[in-house]
């Protein structure tokens, strides 16, 4: 094997291994989606749990002054 | 060599995604909305111990210093009116997406998506405009999340 033809092996396998990295992080980014999506889609509101809680707990104390 | 132009077929489809844009922003408006309900019940917690160490607990002096504290009004104008309201423009906005990405033709509008997502992400902006005393440095953080909606333009 000549030098040109191991360096032109050397690159396709640098732009192969780059591609495969770039795949996989699309991949990952892929599930993110899709997960959010369903997070979305099971729970499209705002997480209103915490104005409900204050709201009740400082309500109480608002009802019979003494 | 197959390998390569597969794995180039799987990333110019996941780049040919618009899709992906609209759930993370559509999230990303979920998410400011959760900060604002957090913010103003801290808020509203501050205005009560405020109360407290001013009047004592239950007494009617108390019980007048929170009711009429703008952090109690504001957390009764979040529940009542605008949390509901962001809340029926997310709802919206995920039923459009889900039934757009379903349907067959996948052409993808962020102009028409701007459209959809707008009532709720300018409703949070307009929440932490009128509320930004109460949320501190939160509000930054807040509208950085709204901010993710780009090219928005709320009146």
């Known amino acids: 094997m000549s030098d040109d033809e191991t360096n032109v092996g050397g690159v396709i396998g640098s732009i192969g291994a780059l591609l495969a990295a770039a795949a996989m992080a699309i991949q990952r980014a892929t599930a993110e989606v899709e997960k959010l999506k369903k997070d979305l889609q099971e729970q499209p509101t705002i997480d209103g749990s915490a104005s409900d809680k204050a709201h009740e707990d400082i309500g109480a104390g608002l009802k019979d002054p003494e | ?155």
Request: net charge positive; with cysteine; glycine share 8%.
């Open chain 2, 1 to 155: 060599m197959r390998q390569i132009i597969i794995i180039l077929a799987l990333l110019l489809t996941a780049s040919c995604n618009p899709y992906a844009a609209a759930w993370r922003t559509t999230g990303a408006v979920r998410e400011a909305g959760t900060l604002v309900d957090k913010a103003i019940a801290e808020a509203a917690y501050a205005a009560q111990k405020r109360c407290v160490s001013k009047h004592g607990k239950d007494t009617g002096p108390y019980v007048d210093c929170v009711k009429g504290s703008g952090e109690w009004k504001a957390l009764n104008q979040w529940r009542d009116k605008a949390r509901p309201a962001i809340n029926s423009a997310l709802v919206a906005t995920v039923t459009a997406l889900t039934i757009a990405e379903h349907a067959k033709d996948k052409k993808f509008s962020w102009q028409l998506f701007l459209e959809i997502v707008k009532p709720a992400a300018c409703g949070i902006a307009r929440a932490v405009e009128q509320w930004k005393g109460f949320f501190g440095s939160k509000a930054q953080a807040i509208m950085i999340g709204v901010q993710a909606v780009k090219g928005l333009v709320c009146k």
